[in-house]
């Protein structure tokens, strides 16, 4: 997704490919747009949908870090 002047986490083009493609490369999370969110499940990555940038900080914050 792209991040808006405003915080906004706003969609993309492509982006439930730019998921399944992420998962083929290894990586195991993926922060995204709500509206990004898979339909099914993805194999091997954990999808996370956020609407704004202080929700996607949270969901990134390491507890203990």
Do not use: C, S
Request: proline letters at 9%; charged letters at 25%; a positive charge.
């Amino acid at each position: 997704g792209e991040v808006g002047l405003g915080g906004e986490i706003r969609p993309v083009a492509f982006g439930e490919e730019r998921i399944r493609e992420a998962a083929k490369l290894g990586f195991t999370h993926a922060v995204v747009p709500r509206a990004h969110l898979p339909r099914r499940p993805v194999p091997g990555i954990e999808v996370a949908g956020v609407a704004r940038l202080a929700e996607a900080l949270r969901v990134l914050a390491v507890p203990g870090a």
